[in-house]
């Protein structure tokens, strides 16, 4: 089992930053990997970024690569997302969610993690 809490969420004007954290509890946090999704009203849950147990690899979606910056601390229990140059397309419901699966790779489709936190508001204004 793993709890996940997400926190960091709220509201900031175009072009400017936030991070998100998301802690984790219960099973070894260094012995799975991490993603990060968000949902907008009315779309699909879209995947953002994943990073692998040991933290060597990142992986982005298109809309975000290049502004987002996905991180983990595993004496901490942790993982980040660091948004960048936010635009109004950035504002959903943020997710965490961990793959548990044996995978080196972790998956970018939403059906690949088992674990999901509560969700933080993410909006930007124009």
């Known amino acids: 089992q793993v709890q996940l809490v997400e926190s960091g969420g709220g509201l900031v004007q175009v072009g400017g930053s936030l991070r998100l954290s998301c802690s984790a509890s219960?099973?070894?946090?260094?012995?799975?990997?991490m993603g990060w999704f968000r949902q907008a009203p009315g779309k699909e849950r879209e995947f953002v970024a994943a990073?692998?147990?040991?933290?060597?690899?990142?992986y982005y979606g298109g809309s975000v690569k290049g502004r987002f910056t996905i991180s983990r601390d595993n004496a901490k229990n942790t993982v980040y997302l660091q948004m960048n140059s936010l635009k109004p397309e950035d504002t959903a419901f943020y997710y965490c969610?961990?793959?548990?699966?044996?995978?080196?790779?972790?998956?970018?489709?939403?059906?690949?993690?088992?674990?999901w936190g509560q969700g933080t508001q993410v909006t930007v204004s124009s």
């Open positions: 219960g099973r070894s946090f260094s012995s799975y990997a």
């Open positions: 969610a961990a793959d548990i699966s044996s995978r080196n790779v972790p998956g970018i489709r939403k059906e690949s993690y088992a674990y």
């Open positions: 990073i692998n147990r040991g933290a060597g690899n990142t």
